[in-house]
């Protein structure tokens, strides 16, 4: 089974900071997802990513995957309240299978 | 938007008696997951469906669990006989092909097992 890993499990930041989730993967995938989800709530699509070095930016969230190094990181920009939230990674194994990471739990302070 | 639906949004249970959660996928999609969250948890993968079967299924999808597509549009997973430990949130999700970009997720059934 493909292994998603996901870090910091937890990230309390600033408003106005910036910082980094790293998500690593165990084997070869050809896409990747940034999910983001609010309590009690199901799973908001973010980001797709599909080849090695792309690069995809919505508002003051930037995602990247770099296929070599099995890793892609979502960067926040300039935190707001309103990016408080989990966020998980998910990878596409052989067979249309997708595996989520252990999840971001996020909280900006004002 | 095309959008999965699902019913019910939230079922309690008693320990031991059977479970079924309903699902829509989206009309022209060809492949179909349930995924389960526990609460504050991952979201783990536990069965995957395409061309009238299952593709692929987790060690959580033991012999207690099972799926079926009845009647070509709903995407049921049965819980025979639930246990507390299956209290937690069940995801259907529907991809439309093997090269469609985008996993679609329902909004969810919590399922309460007491």
């Known amino acids: 089974e493909l292994k998603v890993e996901q870090n910091p499990l937890f990230l309390s930041m600033q408003e106005g900071k910036n910082y980094t989730i790293y998500c690593n993967y165990s084997t070869t995938s050809d896409r990747l997802y940034w999910y983001r989800q609010d309590p009690g709530k199901s799973l908001e699509s973010l980001f797709v990513?599909?080849?090695?070095?792309a690069v995809k930016q919505e508002g003051r969230l930037m995602a990247s995957l770099d296929t070599k190094a099995r890793l892609s990181t979502l960067h926040i920009t300039a935190a707001v309240h309103d990016l408080s939230a989990t966020y998980f990674c998910?990878?596409?194994?052989?067979?249309?299978?997708?595996?989520f990471g252990t999840g971001t739990s996020l909280t900006v302070i004002p | 938007e095309p959008e999965v639906t699902q019913t019910p949004s939230h079922q309690v249970t008693q320990m031991g008696q059977e479970v079924i959660l309903r699902c829509v996928p989206i009309s022209n999609h060809l492949y179909f997951y349930w995924y389960r969250q526990i609460l504050g948890q991952k979201v783990e993968f536990l069965v995957s469906f395409y061309n009238n079967e299952i593709s692929e299924k987790s060690e959580i999808f033991d012999d207690q669990f099972s799926v079926e597509r009845p009647d070509g549009s709903n995407f049921t997973l049965k819980i025979r006989s639930t246990k507390l430990e299956d209290s937690a949130m069940y995801f259907c999700?529907?991809?439309?092909?093997?090269?469609?970009?985008?996993?679609?997720f329902g909004e969810g059934s919590w399922l309460t097992v007491v």
């Open positions: 999700a529907s991809v439309s092909g093997f090269s469609g970009n985008t996993i679609y």
């Open positions: 998910a990878v596409r194994a052989s067979g249309n299978q997708f595996y």
């Open positions: 990513l599909l080849s090695n070095g």
